[in-house]
């Protein structure tokens, strides 16, 4: 590349994650102390750390050309930006979180109808705005500087809209979940006049793809295993695949070798079922990327 890709890696909760999606990817990203520029070993791609409830912005200005953040900032800020991808991962889990409106357990208010008149407090200000404004609901809407469940344990407010994945932390504070109001995953964005740049674009589309296959490994494992002749067609038949296994058969031998992708979640109850039907030297190994 003739220019350099300027990639905005999300800075705070997500920094761990995403900094070992990338190892998982074949990115090396070192982040030096404080600065805000980490190493890459990529010739073609400058990083920049960026706190996610931003980076749409310098996305969308041309600041950065490209970079991860959820789709719930890219709502509150109403940012132009192309998403290249959706990437379902978090400092916790693989899957989307939520923002939700939670009130306290005891609260008399059991719908967000309920909340006519009422104070919220939330991070996610602008987008909470809209949205009760939309569903015609006239609430007063204070911004949230953190400790955001705290605010209505103790009496700054009446609900509050917060982000949650397993709502552990809602319940915790003595509050509830009343209503759901986004869900939300990293994806990664591009400015549009970078998209149509065609190196650029290549690059991004490049980043995209080995993301999305470092993903999709965390959920599969490879499996070989040796299968006699005469049990081949069973043991195959009880093997899930992403495509058939690979057969080889082994050099001057009735045995044959079988190597496949199972997901992961299944693999446990697997082996068993291979080993009684046949399988022997049966090896499982993690995957990097499934592409």
Not at 241 to 248: D, E, F, V
């Amino acid at each position: 590349m003739t220019e350099k890709l300027k990639l905005g890696i999300p800075k705070g909760s997500l920094q761990k994650s995403t900094i070992e999606l990338f190892r998982r990817s074949g990115w090396k990203i070192n982040v030096n102390g404080r600065s805000y520029f980490p190493d890459v070993n990529d010739r073609e791609m400058d990083c920049t750390l960026c706190r996610a409830q931003e980076m749409s912005v310098y996305v969308e200005s041309g600041t950065l050309d490209a970079g991860l953040t959820g789709k719930d900032w890219i709502a509150e800020n109403n940012s132009d930006v192309h998403v290249v991808s959706d990437l379902v991962y978090s400092k916790a889990s693989a899957r989307p979180a939520r923002w939700v409106v939670a009130v306290a357990s005891d609260s008399r208010i059991k719908k967000i109808e309920d909340l006519a008149g009422k104070k919220v407090a939330t991070e996610l200000m602008r987008y909470t705005r809209r949205y009760f404004a939309e569903k015609n609901i006239d609430v007063s809407i204070e911004y949230s500087w953190g400790a955001t469940e705290g605010k209505v344990v103790s009496g700054l407010a009446d609900a509050i809209v917060e982000i949650t994945e397993t709502e552990s932390t809602i319940r915790a504070h003595g509050l509830r979940v009343i209503h759901e109001m986004m869900q939300t995953n990293t994806q990664l964005i591009a400015n549009h006049e970078a998209w149509k740049n065609p190196e650029k674009r290549k690059k991004i589309q490049q980043v995209a793809l080995l993301l999305k296959g470092a993903l999709a490994a965390e959920k599969m494992v490879g499996l070989k295993m040796n299968s006699p002749e005469a049990k081949l067609d069973k043991i195959v038949s009880l093997l899930p695949s992403l495509n058939a296994p690979t057969i080889a058969r082994l050099y001057q031998s009735a045995w044959y070798s079988v190597e496949t992708v199972v997901s992961s979640d299944t693999v446990r109850d697997l082996i068993p079922v291979l080993m009684e039907n046949g399988a022997e030297g049966i090896i499982e190994y993690p995957l990097n990327k499934v592409i």
